[in-house]
């Protein structure tokens, strides 16, 4: 039985039917994160984790061996997967290979069992396909860019979102940058949103040359963050707000809040190991209010705004 936890929810927590093999597997060696971890860390943030992943394609990142193994990107179904995965045909295409979708915990156990160890939604889902239900702004930062520079470029992101009429929340990418979320009534399609979001990078860009790109032929220069707004079109994922990375010390995609920015959280300072606990003693998911905080995006509501 699992042990009484702190801040025990009055709802019986989520508990999945799916059967592990090997639970003892290691998959993050340096953090001695194995199967068995895994799995116990997607149950504990199932709540937190199930609006970002459910009932939309994902894109899955697996290593059979951890993450010191081969390393597989795969958007399409393969053979034998659990019966808890739920297989998807796209309606815009006569793609004839299955897309992966999970409706449920046992659906999410079921990716830890093939070594799913990052997760990578649409930012659509099967209710609306064309019609996205957030934005992803990806900040990433070139050779030596102090991370102070990446909060302001987030802070930066946010203030355009907002003159936007859009909401805006920050999460770790549990890599080298943050990532900037604005959730969206789905009402824009695809090439709508996308040209809007390469308009706010643009402008990043072009008001502040020295230390922003837009472009991705440029996205290696040192010294300056690449505004990568190309997660925002159709088929394109982002790693899951609390899906695991599979690189050094089991790090996740970890929602802040935007008072917790600090060079004091650096991108991959949330783990596996201790984002449970953070999240037990916060109370509250510091992206609690995220689709309330929804609005459409308007078309022209940027331009309207800056002409006054
Ligand atoms: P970082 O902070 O290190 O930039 P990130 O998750 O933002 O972490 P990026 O390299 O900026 O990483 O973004 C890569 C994105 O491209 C991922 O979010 C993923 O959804 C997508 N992607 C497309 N193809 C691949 C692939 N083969 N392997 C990994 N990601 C891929
Ligand atoms: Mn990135
Ligand atoms: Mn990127």
């Not at 709540?47 to 697996?62: C, D, E, K, V």
């Not at 302001?152 to 946010?158: I, K, L």
């Not at 072009?206 to 837009?214: I, L, Q």
């Not at 190991?273 to 953070?278: A, G, K």
Request: with cysteine; aromatic share 8%; net charge neutral.
């Amino acid at each position: 039985e699992k042990p009484a936890r702190r801040n025990a929810p009055t709802a019986e927590p989520a508990r999945s039917s799916v059967k592990l093999t090997h639970p003892d597997r290691v998959y993050w060696p340096d953090a001695g994160v194995t199967k068995q971890g895994l799995a116990d860390y997607y149950t504990e943030v199932w709540p937190h984790i199930a609006p970002f992943i459910t009932r939309r394609p994902l894109s899955l990142l697996r290593c059979p061996n951890g993450v010191t193994g081969e390393q597989f990107f795969q958007k399409n179904a393969w053979k034998g997967l659990n019966e808890a995965i739920v297989l998807l045909d796209d309606p815009a295409t006569a793609e004839v290979e299955h897309l992966i979708s999970i409706d449920d915990l046992d659906g999410l156990i079921a990716l830890v069992q093939s070594a799913v160890l990052e997760i990578h939604p649409w930012g659509s889902t099967v209710d609306a396909w064309e019609k996205p239900d957030m934005i992803i702004m990806d900040l990433d930062p070139g050779e030596g860019v102090g991370w102070e520079r990446v909060i302001e470029a987030a802070q930066e992101v946010r203030q355009r979102l907002a003159d936007a009429g859009l909401a805006a929340f920050v999460k770790t990418s549990g890599g080298k940058g943050l990532h900037v979320v604005a959730p969206l009534k789905p009402k824009a399609e695809w090439p709508e949103i996308k040209a809007f979001t390469k308009g706010l990078a643009d402008a990043m860009a072009s008001d502040s040359p020295d230390h922003y790109v837009a472009t991705i032929t440029k996205a290696k220069r040192p010294g300056k963050i690449l505004i990568d707004y190309l997660r925002n079109q159709r088929g394109q994922t982002a790693v899951a707000p609390y899906s695991t990375r599979a690189r050094a010390g089991a790090p996740v995609s970890a929602p802040l809040a935007w008072e917790e920015l600090s060079p004091a959280i650096g991108p991959a300072y949330f783990t596996v190991l201790n984002l449970p606990t953070r999240l037990a003693s916060l109370g509250s998911d510091p992206w609690a209010d995220f689709r309330t905080a929804a609005k459409p995006l308007e078309l022209g509501a940027a331009a309207k705004k800056k002409g006054g």
